[in-house]
């Protein structure tokens, strides 16, 4: 079932979204060669801890940190550890915050020191095709023409979008209806409404779309051990058009 918000919601939403777009910029500041991922994940939390926030992460069917940090080939749901950042490598940091029981929930990929051209036009590309998703999530719309906008930019560029993980409603819990996939026809999915609370969440490859998961019943990383990005918003559909809620 589809949850429409309140205005009033609506506003604890921004907040919490608020909350999500400083930790990820003060994120993005920290990510230099020699960091562990790990410390990425104590900076969340402490940062939480100071405010009395709550992660949405932590503890969710057993995920044990407050941060998802996923390196290189990692797509998402990587567990912060020892794993020290090197020159050339790129970091995908997914982050979501309770506030006043509503959840906001966002992800940014950023680049380790110098990275290959390559490896850079595909974060381009694959945060560029968030905004192509976002763009098209208008009311009236069907959901489908949101996940088309993001596929079609993605595979004109020559990646590859993820089909095994996608994109969801979002409000009082972390997960609710529509599932957002980042890629199909315009003309399937529900149709958007004014008050609805979703996260676009495009995962692009430079390789093939096909993912594994590692022994650790968490880490979702290539097939082909190619290298993926990923950049996600939590959006609210309005009459004025979509309002991005995790951005300062």
Known sequence: MIIIKTKKELEIMRQAGLVVAEILERLAGLVKPGITTATLDHFAENYLAERGIKASFKGYNGFPASVCVSVNEEVVHGIPGKRRLNEGDIVSIDMGVIV??????????VPVGEVDPEIMRLLKVTEESLYQGIKAAQVGARLGMVSHAI??????????????????GIGRQMHEDPPVPNYGRQDRGPVLAEGMTIAIEPMVNVGGYEVLVRPDNWTVYTKDGSYSAHFEHTVAITSNGPEILTRK
């Open 151 to 168: 596929q079609s930019y993605v595979e004109t560029a020559g990646f590859s979008v993820v089909r095994q993980y996608v994109g969801h």
């Open 100 to 109: 006043n029981g509503w959840h906001g929930d966002a992800a940014i990929t």
